[in-house]
């Protein structure tokens, strides 16, 4: 069984500039997820979808964080205009359903993205 | 405040000892609590789910342990090896949020040979 896939795996770009991510879950997972990591610190949970919907999005910055999930399978993460502080791993996840009980997700290898 | 607290510092310990890692959390009710691995430039990797009405659970040389009276759960790694070598994280889920997960900070552990 195909991972979690992600791309790109690492971006540089300078402030106020924009950028995506791309993931593509395991084929099936109704859930994905995606997480910001900063450096030392655990996963943070910015949006999350269950099909096309979303279902949280509580902490994610709208007014520079944008995601969507079209036709329910793969999704993107955009930000614009970019902070400093947007340094960080982007992680995606998935899971089969939001309502059982054995939630694991499954991880990708994430995107290390560096603002200058 | 709600918070959710692993040992801030890295953990190291020689080959073929027990490793003993610690997730404390408070003001949350947590209907289960995951841990996951992380290597270094590598996403999560989920380990052991325990439910908040199970005491302990077992996989090969892994145990968690739950305690909600003292809110706190414990991670055991029997006859360690330095492949075990990575960052631990526990992260807890509630009833009420859908199945999102909260994550600790994580715990560097290193197995010396």
């Known amino acids: 069984e195909a991972g979690v896939a992600q791309s790109p795996r690492y971006k540089i770009i300078e402030k106020r500039q924009s950028v995506a991510f791309w993931c593509n879950p395991i084929?099936?997972?109704?859930?994905l997820y995606w997480y910001q990591q900063i450096l030392g610190q655990g996963p943070k949970l910015l949006i999350q979808f269950q099909n096309n919907g979303v279902v949280d999005d509580s902490q994610l910055p709208k007014d520079r964080f944008s995601a969507e999930r079209l036709k329910g399978v793969d999704s993107t993460l955009k930000i614009q205009p970019a902070k400093l502080e947007d340094s960080a791993v982007y992680l995606c996840?998935?899971?089969?359903?939001?309502?059982?009980?054995?939630?694991?997700?499954?991880f990708g290898p994430g995107t290390r993205l560096t603002v200058l | 405040s709600q918070k959710i607290e692993q040992n801030s510092e890295a953990l190291n310990i020689q080959e073929g000892k027990t490793a003993t890692l610690t997730c404390n959390y408070t003001?949350?009710?947590?209907?289960?609590l995951q841990w996951y691995r992380q290597d270094p430039g590598r996403g999560p990797v989920f380990l052991l789910l325990i439910r908040e009405n199970e005491k302990e659970k077992r996989k090969e040389r892994l145990k968690v342990t739950f305690d909600t009276t003292l809110k706190q759960s414990l991670f055991h790694i029997t006859a360690s090896q330095p492949a075990d070598s990575a960052t631990y994280l526990c992260?807890?889920?509630?009833?009420?949020?859908?199945?999102?997960?909260?994550f600790g900070q994580g715990t560097e552990l290193s197995v010396k040979p």
């Open positions: 996840a998935s899971s089969p359903r939001r309502d059982r009980v054995n939630n694991e997700q499954f």
């Open positions: 084929s099936g997972h109704a859930t």
């Open positions: 003001n949350y009710s947590p209907a289960y």
């Open positions: 992260a807890l889920a509630t009833y009420n949020q859908g199945g999102k997960l909260i």
